[in-house]
C-alpha cells in the first residue's frame, strides 16, 4: 500500500516561486514512477511533469516547460514540483500520484486514468 501526501501550496502573485512536496509511505523507492497532475475548477485533471524510477528522466507539458522542474529525494521518499514564473492560469488544486507501469529510467505524459495511487491535493492559487 502506498500512500502519497502533498503539501506546500498557497497563495502567491503571479511571478512568484512555489515548491510543493509530496512524501510517499509504503514501498515506492524504485517502484514507481512519480507524476504531478492539477486540476482547475470546471476542467479536467491535466498532466503536469513526471520523474521515472530511477529519478534520471523527467517529461512536462509543454504548459510548464522551463517554468516547473520535477524531482525526487529517494532517501526521503519524497517528490517535489519546484514552480518559478508563475501565471494566473497555473491556479489549480495539484496533486501528486504513482505509477508502476514505466520502465526503469522512462518517462513520458502520464495520464489520470493509469496511475496507481493519489494523494488528496494540494491548492495553488496564483493571483494577477
Known amino acids: 500500500q502506498v500512500q502519497l501526501v502533498e503539501s506546500g501550496g498557497g497563495l502567491v502573485q503571479a511571478g512568484d516561486s512555489l515548491r510543493l512536496s509530496c512524501a510517499a509511505s509504503?514501498?515506492?523507492?524504485?517502484?514507481?514512477?512519480m507524476g504531478w497532475f492539477r486540476q482547475a475548477p470546471g476542467k479536467e485533471r491535466e498532466f503536469v511533469a513526471g520523474i521515472s524510477k530511477s529519478g534520471g528522466s523527467t517529461y512536462y507539458a509543454d504548459s510548464v516547460k522551463g517554468r516547473f522542474t520535477i524531482s525526487r529525494d529517494t532517501a526521503k521518499i519524497t517528490v517535489y514540483l519546484q514552480m518559478k514564473s508563475l501565471k494566473p492560469e497555473d491556479t489549480a488544486v495539484y496533486y501528486c500520484?504513482?505509477?508502476?507501469?514505466?520502465?526503469?529510467?522512462?518517462?513520458?505524459?502520464?495520464?489520470?486514468?493509469?496511475?496507481?495511487?493519489w494523494g488528496k491535493g494540494t491548492l495553488v492559487t496564483v493571483s494577477s
Open positions: 500520484a504513482a505509477d508502476g507501469r514505466p520502465s526503469w529510467n522512462t518517462i513520458g505524459v502520464l495520464t489520470p486514468g493509469g496511475m496507481d495511487y
Open positions: 509504503g514501498r515506492i523507492v524504485g517502484s514507481y514512477a
